[in-house]
Antibody, heavy 122, light 107 residues
Framework: EVQLLESGGGFVQPGGSLRLSCAASGFTFSSCGMGWVRQAPGKGLEWVSSIGRSGTLKYYADSVKGRFTVSRDSSNTLYLQMNTLRAEDTAVYFC????????????????WGQGSLVTVSS | DIQMTQSPSSLSASVGDRVTITCRASQGISNYLAWYQQKPGKVPKLLISAASTLQSGVPSRFSGSGSGTDFTLTISSLQPEDVATYYCQKYNSAPFSFGPGTKVDIK
């Protein structure tokens, strides 16, 4: 069974940093691209970042480019390092898996974690 | 960047009604379009990929069509468990944007 478990969310002041982690299990992690999608309270889904199978290809939304960094490692964990946080970054952050059959360079998601809430406020 | 729009933003229909949601891309994206369902308080669920490929386990009353810039998600006979917000997403190239969503309720 595919499982994605996010951690690392919490309360942070504007300008601060947080690192989200997503522990993956139930599938061959190295065969799947991964991504982060966020949802501000009462709002729609916003794609944040994606990373390819090997970790070489990385993509970011303009709203986070230069502030957020996506990475992955061989312990089957996906990360999102979030720096210079702003109030508008307040959201539930979902970790999600790109299907193993998906083309390289594309990014849609067949499994999602339960989400981790990040609150940026003074 | 390619912009994704959806219409309507919300709709209310009766059980058994046929429901159609439209998603439009500002530029052609071939068939690189996915549809998701998000029930209140729940995690998004992938319904359709490649504009029309139904994911395993998704009821056959859901279908997708379209290519290029115009896409539709159809629920052939609306059921109470279909109350949710539906999102389209382009995935041909970054940014992999979502549409703003369509909220579906039962009348």
């Amino acid at each position: 069974e595919v499982q994605l478990l996010e951690s690392g969310g919490g309360f942070v002041q504007p300008g601060g940093s947080l690192r989200l982690s997503c522990a993956a299990s139930g599938f061959t992690f190295s065969s799947c691209g991964m991504g982060w999608v966020r949802q501000a309270p009462g709002k729609g889904l916003e794609w944040v970042s994606s990373i390819g199978r090997s970790g070489t290809l990385k993509y970011y939304a303009d709203s986070v480019k230069g502030r957020f960094t996506v990475s992955r490692d061989s312990s089957n964990t996906l990360y999102l390092q979030m720096n210079t946080l702003r109030a508008e970054d307040t959201a539930v952050y979902f970790c999600a898996r790109r299907p193993p059959s998906a083309e390289s360079g594309t990014s849609y998601f067949d499994y999602w974690g339960q989400g981790s809430l990040v609150t940026v406020s003074s | 960047d390619i912009q994704m729009t959806q219409s309507p933003s919300s709709l209310s229909a009766s059980v058994g009604d046929r429901v159609t949601i439209t998603c439009r891309a500002s530029q052609g994206i071939s068939n690189y379009l996915a549809w998701y369902q998000q029930k209140p308080g729940k995690v998004p669920k992938l319904l359709i990929s490649a504009a029309s490929t139904l994911q395993s386990g998704v009821p056959s009353r859901f279908s997708g069509s379209g290519s290029g810039t115009d896409f539709t998600l159809t629920i052939s006979s609306l059921q109470p468990e279909d109350v949710a917000t539906y999102y389209c997403q382009k995935y041909n190239s970054a940014p992999f944007s979502f549409g703003p969503g369509t909220k579906v309720d039962i009348k």
